[in-house]
């Protein structure tokens, strides 16, 4: 679970019917599309997903890989990562307060508090952007 972004959880027997697919040999290219049919079932947006699994070769390692892959590709079919705005609008208000706090602490000469608070603005932009940029540029997909 991400601070700013979080990923939906699918059902655990969604992500297994897609690692089988991910698992499973490479039809002849006429069957693709029934053997997609069949792991889809009645699941229409799906058959294209099971369709693309299936035409890869199987991975060296089929079960971890394709248990990260078939996570992956759910995910993205659930939609992905959604962005907490609340949280995000709760760390900009405590940066802007602190910036706040360090202008007028500058305005009435106050030399220490304003060092202080501008390095504390600082070090909250910091951690947010790093927070930002490592949950919006995790991988999807282990290859």
């Given amino acids: 679970m991400g601070l700013f972004f979080e990923r939906q959880s699918?059902?655990?027997d969604l992500v297994n019917l897609m690692s089988e697919a991910l698992q499973a040999e490479?039809?002849?290219?006429?069957?693709?599309?029934?053997?997609?049919?069949q792991l889809a079932g009645r699941l229409?947006?799906?058959?294209?997903?099971?369709?693309?699994?299936?035409?890869?070769?199987?991975p060296a390692n089929p079960d971890?890989?394709?248990?990260?892959?078939?996570?992956?590709?759910?995910n993205q079919l659930l939609g992905g990562?959604?962005?907490?705005?609340?949280?995000?609008?709760?760390?900009?208000?405590?940066f802007l307060a602190l910036v706040g706090g360090g202008i007028a602490t500058e305005a009435t000469h106050l030399a220490t508090a304003?060092?202080?608070?501008?390095?504390?603005?600082?070090?909250?932009?910091?951690?947010?952007?790093?927070?930002?940029?490592?949950?919006?540029?995790?991988p999807d997909l282990v290859v």
């Fill in 10 to 12: 699918p059902s655990p």
């Fill in 26 to 37: 490479r039809p002849p290219p006429g069957e693709v599309q029934q053997r997609s049919v």
């Fill in 44 to 58: 229409h947006p799906l058959t294209q997903a099971f369709g693309a699994a299936l035409n890869t070769p199987p």
């Fill in 64 to 74: 971890a890989v394709a248990t990260a892959n078939a996570q992956a590709l759910v």
């Fill in 81 to 94: 990562a959604k962005f907490n705005s609340g949280r995000f609008v709760i760390a900009t208000t405590m």
């Fill in 114 to 138: 304003s060092g202080t608070l501008f390095g504390f603005a600082g070090a909250i932009f910091g951690i947010v952007t790093a927070f930002l940029g490592s949950e919006k540029g995790a």
